[in-house]
């Protein structure tokens, strides 16, 4: 089984990696596919010494070519690819899709016949699914696989039909095609997964021209016989592995190191917009972390039984949606300072044609949506800590406003004050204790366990003294703060503003990043509210969580919501980890500025979806919409945060470049 890496580990491989790529091999290889003219030059020569050097397939058991290790691994390797310049689409469709593939459903015959050799840059792998009139309704397909007689030689299938808009089509040796075998039980019943040579009689491959680089490809098929052995799982089965794959394909981590490759060469040209460069890089940080909390999820093809963890599906097409969109919005950032028009900068310019494509490919944005608002919320990510933590705050708040009077919409949208009915759910369940240390009598339970307790503090549209308190605790000394704690959790807080002693760089963070979790927990309280109210309500004689123009708006938010809450719990790690403090005040920045514009358009998008009840007694919209408007700026505005956040970025650029400069610094 796949055991987890530890971050040394990690770090050695990756080391490890570097220094193969570094390689006089690998070096030439590369040197020489960049000197190459066109714009979609043939790069297998650069994957054979790729191969050569193990670096495609580390997670593959040993017996097919790869080195054992795991799904951490895995994505390092990716990572360093791209980072190096390594072109990545023959890796994303070779191993990530075909070769997973048959790493989890392909016979040991199949395995043995192709998965060395692909591990070792000798063997590609198109993707044959799309037809000219199936777009993203993949269960339209057309293609038919029939049986071919048992008296006809090589008894085994005939297929017949088009593909379309294949990448790398031109260069691959075999082809993993979805056709109909029927008979037709349902439109997902039927389909089968086949393995093709691209070189048979009866396929013919040819070119669409596209605006990207990379070519799209057009592949007919026209009576190409296949053997028995080219069926890859059950037949009629090919849907439940085509929607594994395909929630594995979308973790984004491609999409977001494309958004980070562009990302960092708008840098590179001195752009001096230092609220842009903020938002733009939060978001890219954003969207790796959504990627890397997916990638912790795919199967591991290390295991070598067949058998595969489950991927949550819609968190993958939340992260799909989230990452490909940003990529495609960073290609265009940079267009819009002019630095992808031809002549300036040609990765740029090759970026700005190839971003369209990034929100079609793998599911259309709007496929993607539609996949989370059938899931109707997204999972948290909670440990088991912050499970159990999540479910005894929620019950004790749901139980301290049980019959309590909720405030009108005339009235202040929460209680500040001790007589909250938070206050005595959050005392009873210790949480002035949750930060303090263990020797000064705390449960040392870290600003993550906080951040928690925010979140559900906003979901419910509460407030009252914790946060204020929880921000005094942070400026006592260890002899005061524990003492403190224990009052507070009798019914006395500390005063908002305690010693003298201004408050400090970290102590401001982790305000920051207790009050983000809190705008978070307002939007996700909204949206949710709203979300319910979606399948209670019918109108023109439908839910109205079945018409798209309201179903989208709300898992938008919902994936909004889950970057935002990435950033808080990473600015929280951390807080608890004694990180440097100039990364730890920019992320807790970073993330109160996203988590406060994500509380107002979430907010906002909850009481539309409401109609006119959002604006009454009949929802608690009301309460969330009126504390996301304070909230957002209650410790400062978005812009002076985006702005601050910035020019760190821009001080840390600027030290790059002398480093750079100057190796031995």
Not at 234 to 254: F, K
Not at 295 to 314: F, L, Q, R, Y
Not at 603 to 625: D, E, I, Q, S, W
Request: charged share 20%; glycine share 10%.
């Amino acid at each position: 089984m796949d055991q987890p890496t530890t971050t040394d580990g990690l770090d050695a491989f990756r080391r490890d990696v570097r220094e193969r790529l570094r390689s006089p091999g690998v070096r030439a290889a590369l040197d020489a596919w960049r000197a190459a003219p066109g714009p979609d030059t043939d790069e297998r020569p650069l994957y054979r010494e790729l191969g050569r050097q193990g670096l495609l397939a580390p997670d593959w058991p040993v017996e097919y070519g790869g080195r054992g290790l795991g799904r951490a691994e895995a994505a390092a390797l990716y990572e360093e690819l791209v980072r190096a310049g390594i072109p990545d689409t023959l890796h994303v469709n070779t191993v990530q899709i075909v070769g997973l593939f048959l790493l989890m459903a392909g016979t040991p015959e199949q395995k043995a016949a192709h998965l060395p050799a692909i591990a070792a840059g000798e063997r590609f792998a198109s993707v044959l699914y799309t037809e000219p009139e199936t777009g993203s309704d993949l269960a339209a397909l057309r293609t038919t696989a029939v049986r071919a007689g048992a008296s006809e030689p090589g008894a085994g299938w005939r297929l017949d039909g088009v593909k379309v808009f294949s990448l790398k089509s031109d260069r691959t040796h075999l082809g993993l095609c979805a056709a109909r075998t029927g008979p037709v039980d349902g439109r997902y019943h039927g389909i089968s997964l086949f393995l093709l040579d691209l070189t048979a009689d009866g396929v013919q491959r040819s070119v669409i021209p596209g605006l990207a680089d990379e070519q799209f490809h057009r592949i007919e098929l026209r009576g190409v016989r296949v053997g028995a052995d080219a069926l890859v799982g059950a037949e009629h089965e090919g849907w439940p592995l085509l929607t594994q794959a395909l929630a594995v394909e979308r973790t984004g981590l491609d999409y977001a190191l494309k958004a980070e490759r562009w990302y960092r060469a708008v840098l590179a040209h001195g752009l001096d917009r230092p609220e842009e460069i903020a938002r733009y890089g939060a978001a890219v940080d954003a969207a790796a972390l959504f990627a890397a909390r997916l990638t912790a999820g795919v199967p591991a093809p290390a295991d070598g039984d067949g058998h595969t963890a489950e991927v949550d599906e819609p968190l993958s097409a939340a992260a799909k949606y989230y990452t490909s969109e940003l990529a495609q919005s960073v290609a265009g950032w940079a267009a819009a300072h002019g630095l992808s028009t031809p002549g300036t900068d040609p990765g740029l310019e090759a970026g700005y044609r190839e971003a369209p494509g990034l929100t079609l490919s793998a599911g259309t944005s709007e496929v993607m949506l539609q996949v989370v608002a059938g899931a109707g919320a997204l999972d948290p990510g909670d440990d088991l800590l912050q499970q159990q933590l999540r479910q005894a705050v929620r019950k004790l708040l749901d139980r301290a406003v049980t019959g309590s009077p909720r405030p009108g919409v005339h009235d202040a949208p929460a209680e500040d004050g001790p007589d909250c009915p938070s206050w005595a759910a959050l005392t009873e369940l210790g949480a002035p204790l949750f930060e303090v240390p263990a020797e000064a009598g705390g449960l040392d339970l870290g600003l993550a366990a906080a951040t928690v307790v925010a979140e559900e503090l906003g979901r419910a549209a509460l407030r009252g003294p914790y946060l204020d308190t929880a921000a005094a605790l942070d400026l006592l000394g260890p002899d005061a703060v524990g003492p403190a704690a224990e009052a507070a959790c009798a019914g006395t807080p500390p005063q908002a503003a305690p010693p003298a002693t201004p408050p400090t760089g970290p102590a401001v963070a982790r305000q920051r990043i207790r009050q983000a979790a809190y705008l978070i927990g307002l939007a996700a309280g909204a949206t949710g509210e709203a979300i319910g109210l979606s399948h209670r309500r019918e109108q023109f004689g439908r839910p109205l969580a079945h018409w798209q123009g309201v179903a989208l708006p709300l898992a938008r938010e919902l994936t909004r919501i889950e970057a935002g809450r990435l950033l808080v719990r990473r600015a929280a790690a951390l807080a608890d980890s004694a990180a440097p403090e100039t990364p730890l005040t920019r992320s807790a920045a970073e993330a109160l500025a996203t988590a406060a514009e994500t509380a107002l358009d979430a907010t906002r998008t909850a009481v539309h979806t409401a109609g006119v009840r959002g604006l009454t007694n009949a929802t608690p919209l009301h309460r969330h919409y009126r504390l996301a408007r304070t909230e957002a700026v209650r410790l400062a505005t978005p812009a002076t945060l985006w702005h601050e956040a910035g020019l760190t970025r821009l001080a840390d650029q600027a030290g790059q470049i002398r480093n750079r400069e100057h190796p031995l610094r």
